[in-house]
């Protein structure tokens, strides 16, 4: 059974980096075929996906977050991070990550969640 299970700052202050961390247990993340996802849900609104890290240590991102946004991993604690840079308090949100089994941009696509994080931006 694949656990995954983020860690980060609860708030973050306008203008600084977030960064937060998905620690995946019950499969390693450079399994062929895994796609490992951050996702954001701001209060009130839909879902949104921020960009995954492929199991060769390729990244892809949002086209509206692309600016801001690095996804890196560190294959010795099978952990992945999330780096948003300058954040305002548009970027809070619960954020998630997940596991998908193809490239895929839905967050519907993912078949493992961690059980999210709130992120809150605010000085």
């Known amino acids: 059974q694949v656990q995954l299970q983020e860690l980060g700052p609860g708030l973050v202050k306008p203008s600084q980096t977030l960064t937060l961390t998905c620690t995946v247990s019950g499969g390693s993340i450079t399994t062929m075929f895994r796609y490992w996802s951050w996702i954001r849900q701001p209060p009130g609104k839909e879902m949104e996906w921020i960009g995954y890290?492929?199991?060769?240590?390729?990244?892809h991102y949002s086209p509206s977050l692309k600016s801001r946004t690095s996804i890196s991993r560190d294959t010795s604690k099978n952990q992945f991070t999330l780096q948003l840079s300058s954040v305002t308090p548009e970027d809070t949100a619960v954020y998630y990550c997940c596991r998908a089994l193809r490239p895929v941009e839905r967050p519907q696509d993912c078949d493992y969640w961690g059980q999210g994080t709130q992120v809150t931006v605010s000085s």
């Open positions: 890290i492929a199991y060769t240590g390729s990244t």
